[in-house]
């Protein structure tokens, strides 16, 4: 299985900030790279595929950028309803693998 | 709209099987991959595998080889998942979520659009 990685696990920030997050593969995925969002309780929910296509309805202050084995995301300026936890997912792989998650809090 | 909706929360001791359902509607159920993943309480997400609703053939992660079977009945276009010999650490919320249309994926891999509510499954003596 192709190893993800997210860092941070934990990010605190205001609302108003820029922030980005890492992904890194254990092996060149080029590009088959997705981004979602998970509040409590519910689903995740799709916010970017192809590691930089914005999904259909997601607010454009979401963006991301990547190939091979690096990739981030980038909320411009965060807004209340973003705290939430984010996870890559490569499928690149037969077996498809998420990353860790990374937690973004109210600072 | 696409909706994916899935069965209520289960109850099951250690050794017993769990069968969850996912009800899709709002599209064409055989012209989609579903696949599985789950979520252990305050954990990341593990994907468990994909059902080819069109021909029933199935993908499992080879961590659940064995204990998973995904089944379909284009009938009344739902998707099951059965995990057996169920064990503690199998305590988790469990997702169905449907994969793109194929020309946005890697081959037989891809990410996921639309997810189900997800149905807890406990397993506990």
């Known amino acids: 299985d192709i190893q993800m990685t997210q860092s941070p696990s934990t990010l605190s920030a205001s609302v108003g900030d820029r922030v980005t997050i890492t992904c890194r593969a254990r092996?060149?995925?080029?590009?088959?790279l997705a981004w979602y969002q998970q509040k409590p309780g519910k689903a995740p929910k799709l916010l970017i595929y192809?590691?930089?296509s914005l999904e259909s309805g997601v607010p454009s202050r979401f963006s991301a950028s990547g190939s091979g084995t690096e990739f981030t995301l980038t909320i411009s300026s965060l807004q209340p309803d973003d705290f939430a936890t984010y996870y890559c997912?490569?499928?690149?792989?037969?077996?498809?693998?998420f990353g860790g998650g990374t937690k973004v809090e109210i600072k | 709209q696409v909706q994916l909706v899935q069965s209520g929360a289960e109850v099951k001791k250690p050794g017993a099987s769990v069968k969850v359902s996912c009800k899709a509607s709002?599209?064409?159920?055989?012209?989609?991959?579903m696949h599985w993943v789950r979520q252990a309480p305050g954990q990341g997400l593990e994907w468990m595998g994909w059902?080819?609703?069109?021909?029933?053939?199935?993908n499992y992660a080879q961590n659940f080889q064995g204990r998973v079977t995904m089944t379909r009945d284009t009938s009344i276009t739902t998707a099951y998942m059965e995990l057996s010999r169920l064990r503690s650490d199998d305590t988790a919320v469990y997702y169905c979520a449907r994969g793109p249309s194929r020309v946005y994926c890697s081959g037989g891999s891809c990410y996921f659009d639309y997810w189900g509510q997800g149905t807890l499954v406990t397993v506990s003596s």
């Open positions: 997912q490569q499928y690149n792989s037969y077996s498809l693998t």
């Open positions: 192809k590691a930089s």
């Open positions: 709002g599209y064409t159920f055989t012209g989609y991959y």
């Open positions: 059902i080819n609703p069109n021909s029933g053939g199935a």
């Open positions: 092996q060149s995925i080029s590009s088959w």
